[in-house]
């Protein structure tokens, strides 16, 4: 008869073993790397027997911040369509793109999957419009800036469980890190020398002071750096789709290049996308593209940007966001400062946290933490809690 935990222990060996039967062993990043290690040690932690980076993935889908990707938007904010992408929705969307293709590659697809569900987890409401008026924001505060990326970081490792955070590994952390998927490329190159705690934090630092920084900050494994590229493989094609939904372009406007090398239709841009990828990569130690591809690709970005993001409905709707972003910044800046224990900064947020985080962390940065964490539902009636009158009853 086994004694207590044995099996569990075979299982975990087993897991072990299979990684190393089956993952590249030059380039993938291994479950009994040092670097998977956490940064505290779990005495008594069930569930061991799962690899470390499968654990982590686990860690953020029950997070509290994971949930709200419900209700946060992807590109178009109040709009009545239940097939219009959400943040939700990207995310898996991110997560089973990244996970094909570090298969077809041998790399590890648990590493790949964490990184991938919680990427956009520092997302704000109303999306990259809320992002850049946050950034605005806490520069006229002087109080640094604000990016997804680093935001991610921060929820996970220091928001979380009332400010102890989810202890995730590095390789995790340094995925979601350097996983900006705004920036084309056709070629993604990792370099393992930069995956140290050290680098990490002075990078996520910079990251929270420095406008632009995440340009300079890249995955430091290749399976950060595929969820990087099918960041924008995930939404290129998608956005494209919810376009022609809400009504903003037709299929026929897509440029005669990008359809004939990419495909007319969202499954056939990501099978393209995919495909070229693999047959360029494999056994390559980084990703690549061919040119012909990526040069398609980078014109479909292209397309989508002027015609899609920089559309008339959506400038509209930007400016009205922003306004209401801002009106509610002030509001809460002024509660934090006065230590207003009724207002909703207060009774929704900081009494979550220990003083620690009220007396280390600067008034304007708290507020921006609280407001990025803010579905786009939930920041409509905290705005109109502040700013419309209540209706009467009678």
């Known amino acids: 008869m086994e004694k207590d935990g044995e099996v569990l222990h075979r299982v975990a060996e087993s897991s072990l073993d299979v990684e190393r039967a089956v993952l590249d062993g030059e380039h993938a ?8 290690c956490r940064r505290a040690a779990e005495r008594g932690e069930r569930g061991y027997f799962r690899t470390p980076f499968a ?24 709009v009545r369509n239940d097939h219009v992408s959400r943040r939700f929705l990207h995310v898996q ?19 790949i999957e964490a990184i991938a569900l919680g ?24 109080a640094g800036t604000f990016m997804h990326n680093a935001q991610s970081v921060r929820v996970l490792q220091h928001l979380e469980k009332g400010g102890r955070g989810l202890n995730l590994t590095l390789p ?3 995925g979601i890190l350097g996983h900006n998927g705004e920036i ?3 070629v993604y190159e990792y370099d393992r020398r930069n995956l140290t705690w050290e680098r990490l934090e002075a990078n996520l630092a910079e990251c929270m002071k420095t406008p632009g920084f995440d340009r300079q900050v890249f995955p430091s494994t290749l399976e950060g750096c595929v969820v990087r590229v099918s960041d924008i493989i995930s939404y290129i094609g998608k956005d494209m789709e919810d376009a022609i939904a809400v009504g903003i372009i037709k299929r026929t406007d897509v440029p005669e290049r990008c359809a004939s090398v990419l495909g007319k239709r969202n499954t056939d841009i990501i099978g393209t996308l995919c495909t070229d990828i693999v047959e360029h990569s494999f056994g390559k130690g980084h990703l690549e593209f061919s040119p012909e591809v990526f040069e398609a690709y980078r014109e479909m970005k292209a397309f989508n940007g002027a015609r899609i993001y920089g559309c008339d409905l959506l400038a509209e709707q930007r400016g009205r966001f922003t306004r209401m972003m801002a009106m509610l910044f002030e509001v809460y800046l002024e509660a934090v400062e006065r230590d207003d224990r009724e207002s909703a900064v ?16 600067a008034p304007a940065r708290i507020v921006a933490d609280y407001l990025s964490l803010m579905t786009d539902q939930y920041f409509l009636k905290q705005y109109r809690a502040e700013f419309m009158t209540q209706e009467i009853v009678c």
């Open 29 to 36: 990043c291994f479950s009994s790397d040092p670097a998977a």
């Open 55 to 78: 654990h982590d993935a686990d860690r953020i889908m029950h997070c509290h911040a994971y949930a709200r990707y419900m209700d946060k938007t992807q590109v178009f904010f109040q």
């Open 93 to 111: 969307m991110v997560s089973r793109i990244a996970r094909s293709i570090g298969r077809c590659l041998r790399l590890n697809e648990d590493l």
């Open 119 to 142: 990427h956009d987890i520092g997302h704000t409401p109303c999306g990259h419009t809320g992002e850049a008026e946050l950034a605005r924001l806490l520069a006229k505060h002087g």
């Open 172 to 174: 995790v952390l340094d």
């Open 184 to 186: 084309e490329a056709p």
């Open 346 to 361: 207060w009774r929704d947020f900081l009494r979550h946290f220990p003083s620690s985080y009220r007396d280390e962390t």
